[in-house]
């Protein structure tokens, strides 16, 4: 542990070294971090696409040593390629899953987020969208709510920044010292969007990925409070860690032309957004034409099919979305009583809202 307190590059060739104490690891197309204090501990943040278990195990390892266990694992949000592993690590590590309240809907089961926008972007993650899982996790046995002070547990020196618009409870961390930040998706320092921008890691600031935000004002005002924390290094759920001058003039500009940069021409969230509160999804827009055609999705689909979402996809209702009518169990998380449901089955007070 002591070996691995300063070391800025931890010698896995997965993993990649952000600043001090913090590295990063990818998992096929989104980026988790590792986050460590002085004294050898430290957090996961994000939990990569599914499969990702061993992955992250072993980058732990690499980085930390052998069986190395981290004090907590915090979610920026629960899109399911940022949280693949969090239920096998959350069980093997014992350790709680911190999330912000207006995220624990999504991760209790309780509700899907609203549909994804594959009508937006023209890229190879918008064709594929509709293979997403649209199922929310239930972790309620590990869930539990981030500090309302802004505090992260487990470490000393950052806080949290709700950063809504990309999902309603999204989250982003700050190390004040030397103004590191780790955004989430609220923006990405490549474009999400354009699949050889994907291939190629070209570093540039972008919006959230578009297919999957359904709130833009709130986005604009989440990007615009993270450029006034004027941070020297940022590194996002997807694209590679950028820095300096380069961040600073991407981000202005972002905050500048966001409605042009980053909001999609036309789309189903574009003029209105989808609702939500602490219990998930209240109102979505209707779903506007698909302005993907069907061969260039099916050809996607084919490009992209190395992703191993089937097994998780098996488990998924096509096309609906689940709230429940019972309340949402915060205080229950909050005060450790057990759960009322098996979190390995399915919530049978959930009811299928079927959005289009
Ligand atoms: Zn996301
Ligand atoms: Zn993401």
Redesign the pocket.
């Known amino acids: 542990m002591e070996a691995s307190k300063n070391k800025l590059f931890s010698g896995n060739r997965q993993t990649f070294a952000v600043a001090p104490r913090v590295w990063g690891l990818k998992t096929i197309f989104?980026n988790l971090y590792f986050i460590a204090e002085p004294d050898g501990s430290w957090i996961l943040v994000d939990a990569g696409v599914p499969g990702c278990t061993s992955k992250i195990k072993s980058a732990a390892a690499e980085i930390f040593g052998e069986d190395a266990r981290p004090k907590a694992i915090l979610l920026t949000h629960g899109?399911f390629?940022?949280i693949g592993a969090v239920k096998d690590l959350a069980e093997e590590w014992d350790v709680p899953v911190y999330a912000h309240p207006l995220e624990l809907p999504y991760l209790t089961g309780q509700s899907s987020y609203p549909p994804p926008d594959s009508s937006v972007g023209g890229g190879g993650m918008a064709y594929m969208a509709f293979a997403y899982p649209k199922k929310p996790i239930n972790i309620r046995n590990y869930v539990e709510l981030l500090p309302p002070d802004g505090s992260v547990p487990g470490l000393t020196g950052w806080h949290w920044i709700h950063t809504p618009g990309h999902t309603p409870g999204h989250v982003s961390l700050f190390r004040e010292e030397d103004r590191v930040l780790v955004v989430g998706?609220a923006f990405t320092t490549r474009d999400a969007e354009s699949a050889i921008a994907v291939m190629t890691e070209k570093r540039e600031v972008h919006g959230p990925?578009a297919y999957?935000t359904p709130d833009w004002a709130a986005s604009h005002r989440s990007v615009d409070a993270l450029a006034s924390l004027d941070p020297e290094v940022a590194a996002s759920?997807?694209g590679m860690p950028m820095r300096g001058d380069e961040l600073r003039r991407g981000l202005e500009n972002l905050v500048k032309n966001f409605w042009v940069i980053a909001v999609p021409t036309k789309g189903r969230y574009v003029h209105e957004p989808a609702v939500a509160d602490e219990r998930g999804v209240i109102s979505v827009p209707p779903p506007v034409g698909n302005s993907v055609p069907k061969v260039m999705a099916i050809a996607g689909a084919l490009a992209l099919a190395g992703f191993a979402f089937s097994a998780l996809n098996r488990r998924v209702k096509s096309n609906s979305q689940i709230r429940s009518d019972r309340p949402l169990p915060h205080n229950r998380v909050a005060s450790g009583l057990p759960p009322t449901v098996d979190p390995d089955h399915d919530d049978p007070t959930a009811h299928t809202n079927n959005y289009p």
Request: aromatic residues 12%; hydrophobic residues 20%; glycine residues 12%.
């Open positions: 989104v899109h390629d940022h998706d990925p999957f759920g997807h």
